[in-house]
């Protein structure tokens, strides 16, 4: 017998969703919009599963109950239904791979967003990613603040999303386990990746010509080691 967990882990799950999304062409279901991303798309269950069904395969395994949806379109489905319960999402990719680009498309206003660039900028008078040392103590209690009051479930938000740069194992498990929590990895090609580090000042901001080189350079770099942690930790990750 199978539970949920297991069920969304399987073999057979995984090449169901595979042979789904290449016969529909990854157009949502919902919204009869394209699904470009491989992490924006939610292979939906038209007829919920549960723990009483999962192992009924003409349900669980069944493409005519299978819709592919994006991810905002599959929290837009559940909301509707007033069964949307207080979900936490840890978002982790490399810098620049589009995790607070993707967190904002999916996100709704009832929400919580802890993206740690945000509160650097919300408590000082500096551009975005100027980070000063003098700082940090207090931008991680505020982090830590956050993550224990979503860990609580304190309040009436529908989904929290923490967004991390981190691909270590170890750390994502045990923000997962504590917060009870789903991994979204948002993927992008180093070289993109690369290529947007150049970007992250737009021309017209206040940022001194060696400010802003020195932080293309630290980004570059940050980069690059999160691409080489990844081939080591790549399949510990998908075991989480």
Request: aromatic residues 8%; charged residues 30%.
């Amino acid at each position: 017998m199978e539970n949920l967990k297991t069920f969304y882990k399987s073999r057979k799950w995984e090449k169901l969703v595979r042979q789904i999304r290449l016969e529909r062409d990854n157009i949502c279901e919902h919204c009869g919009t394209p699904i470009i991303k491989k992490y924006d798309c939610i292979a939906h269950h038209r007829q919920e599963l549960t723990e009483a069904n999962v192992n009924d395969y003409d349900i669980s395994l069944n493409k005519d109950n299978i819709a592919l949806v994006h991810f905002k379109c599959h929290n837009e489905i559940h909301n509707r239904f007033g069964d949307r319960k207080m979900k936490v999402y840890i978002v982790f990719g490399s810098p620049r791979a589009g995790k607070t680009t993707f967190v904002k498309h999916t996100a709704g206003s009832k929400d919580i967003i802890l993206d740690i660039d945000n509160l650097w900028q919300a408590i000082s008078n500096n551009a975005r990613y100027v980070k000063p040392k003098g700082l940090t103590r207090n931008i991680y209690g505020i982090r830590d603040c956050i993550i224990d009051q979503v860990k609580i479930r304190l309040g009436q938000w529908n989904n929290a999303y923490i967004i991390t740069t981190s691909c270590n194992p170890i750390e994502l498990k045990g923000l997962k386990d504590r917060l009870n929590a789903e991994l979204i990895h948002i993927e992008e090609e180093k070289e993109i990746c690369l290529q947007r580090a150049e970007l992250i000042y737009d021309a017209d901001e206040d940022v001194e010509i060696h400010q802003r080189t020195a932080k293309i350079a630290e980004y570059k770099q940050l980069i690059n080691n999160y691409f080489n942690d990844y081939k080591i930790y790549k399949n510990q990750i998908k075991e989480l």
